[in-house]
């Protein structure tokens, strides 16, 4: 029977991969096996938890502050062993991560077909993001399947040549997954119920919900970041609700600059149904996330997106989202205009779904067992 073999292992891929996980499993006349690489340990494990994937293979790669050469180096070996034992017949990635370019890369060196979930997304800055715009290139430079979220990205990738008839435009499958931990909050509450002591802590104040993790931001950028929460967080109006991630380079930085803070709540990374609790709670994101600025468009939260460049323009162009780098000021200042000109707030504060309707992973799939057909 063909046999596809998705190959994930950070938070992010997890999120956007479950749902087409679940959706090749639907397909009773392929198999589908799970590899993690592991590459995030905790944050990955709070996504299979809520989402129930179990995965076949885990290589359980994980160091603390690990660089990218140790990493991709452990990858490479990693997956190659699997990819040796597990034969599959087509291999699936996501995105821009370490694991996928090297689950890709992997399955090249065995001349495995690849289908590239999220193709064709372009800054066209090879370092913002930084690795994860060189990362696609390689990516999309293998694949034979390219799943574009939106006409933006099938653009971008039929500019590069590549043949129209390997480019699908599915929708993006973040979209997929949300509308599935929206449904399941919605059945049962007590999933996202843990910011309840926040919320009421909080009550009366706007929240403005905090994520950052970009590599590109480290150091300098990242105590930017940290010193214009601070000076937001002095107002009395407001409160901050910001899940850090486990990366030391960023731990290091909030810890000691927003320590102390009152109105600043530094929790440990939230699962799916908790972080989609605080996306709903929230009146403003402030983000460097790639994921952040595909969900808060789709639930009308207007995103002040800390870099120079997105790989994602839909979100700005819909104005929900809007890039203002990380000079401390310009963050300050771009936070207070939403907070007290109802005008500017109300001009972002409107639900599109430029990413996608939900249905992506079931059109992945289907076009996956469409080829497998062909290939049998
Ligand atoms: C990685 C991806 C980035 C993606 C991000 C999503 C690469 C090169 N980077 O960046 O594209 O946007 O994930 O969050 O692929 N850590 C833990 N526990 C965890 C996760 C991370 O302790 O569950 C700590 C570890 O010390 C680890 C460090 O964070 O060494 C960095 O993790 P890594 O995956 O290398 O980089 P991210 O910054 O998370
Ligand atoms: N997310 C989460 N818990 C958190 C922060 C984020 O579940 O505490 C989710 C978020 O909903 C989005 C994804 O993680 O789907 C984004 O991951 P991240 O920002 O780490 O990576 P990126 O998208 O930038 O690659």
């Keep these: 029977m063909y046999k596809n073999m998705v190959i994930f292992g950070t938070r992010p891929e ?16 392929m198999r589908c096996e799970v590899l993690v690489s592991a590459q995030h340990r905790e944050m990955l494990d709070q996504v299979l938890s809520i989402t129930g994937i179990t995965p076949d293979y885990d290589l359980n790669i ?27 017949d087509r291999v699936v990635v996501q995105g821009d991560t370490a694991t996928a370019m090297v689950g890709a890369l992997a399955a090249y060196y065995r001349q495995i077909p690849v289908s590239h979930v999220e193709a064709g997304l372009r800054s066209y800055d090879i370092y913002q ?21 939106t006409e933006v990205s099938a653009g971008a990738l039929k500019a590069e040549a590549v043949p129209a008839d390997r480019v699908f435009v599915t929708g993006n499958t973040v979209i997929d997954a949300l509308h599935w931990i929206t ?23 706007k929240i403005i919900g905090i994520t950052t993790h970009r590599r590109e931001n480290f150091g300098d950028g990242m105590e930017n970041i940290a010193s214009a929460i601070k000076t937001i967080a002095a107002r009395d109006d407001v409160a901050c609700i910001f899940p850090v991630h486990l990366n030391p380079n960023v731990r290091a930085v909030m810890d000691k600059m927003l320590g102390d803070e ?3 709540a530094m929790i440990e990374p939230l699962d ?3 972080f989609a609790r605080l996306l709903s709670i929230s009146h403003i994101m402030l983000t460097d996330s790639g994921g952040v600025q595909e969900e808060a ?11 120079d ?11 929900t989202a809007k890039l203002i780098g990380t000079d401390k000021n310009r963050i300050v200042s771009e936070i207070f205009t939403l907070l007290d000109d109802d005008t500017a707030y109300s001009a972002m504060a409107r639900a599109h779904n430029p990413f996608g309707d939900g249905k992506a992973s079931q059109r992945i799939a289907e076009i996956i067992w469409n080829a497998s057909r062909q290939k049998t």
């Design 14 to 29: 997890a999120i956007k991969l479950f749902p087409v996980i679940n959706a090749l499993k639907q397909q009773s006349k």
């Design 62 to 88: 994980m160091q603390p502050g690990q660089s990218l050469d140790a990493l991709t180096a452990r990858l490479l070996e990693g997956i190659g062993h699997v990819l040796d034992q597990a034969k599959p």
């Design 129 to 149: 993001p930084w690795p994860e715009e060189v990362n696609r290139k390689i990516i999309g430079s293998i694949a034979d399947q390219h799943f574009a979220p």
């Design 183 to 205: 449904d399941r909050i919605a059945h049962r509450p007590e999933l996202a119920a843990n910011l309840a002591e926040l919320e009421s802590r909080f009550a009366g104040k």
């Design 262 to 264: 009152p109105n600043v």
């Design 272 to 274: 799916y149904p908790h």
């Design 297 to 307: 468009p789709a639930l009308g939260k207007p995103v002040l997106v800390m870099r």
């Design 309 to 319: 460049t997105t790989e994602r323009p839909e979100g700005v162009t819909a104005g």
